[in-house]
């Protein structure tokens, strides 16, 4: 599983995560896999395109992996 380093911020957005971690191609390719059911965090659906994304969360999409950290 990878890591996403927060570098001091209090959490990242979930539609700018999927654009960082490369998963999807911009913020809007994002919003939409969002939108569809596509992404989980914690093992949960999430919808919220702007959901916050603290440390210690994990967020899925299409076997992909990653662990938020602070």
């Not at 999807?24 to 994304?53: L, M, P």
Request: charge should be positive.
């Amino acid at each position: 599983m990878e890591i996403f380093n927060l570098e001091g911020h209090p959490h990242v957005e979930l539609c700018d995560l999927l654009k960082f971690q490369g998963w999807c191609d911009s913020g809007g390719a994002a919003k939409e896999v969002i939108a569809e059911g596509q992404v989980k965090v914690n093992g949960q659906v999430e919808t919220r395109k702007r959901c916050k994304i603290v440390d210690g969360q994990k967020v899925s999409y299409k076997g992909m992996n990653v662990t938020v950290k602070a």
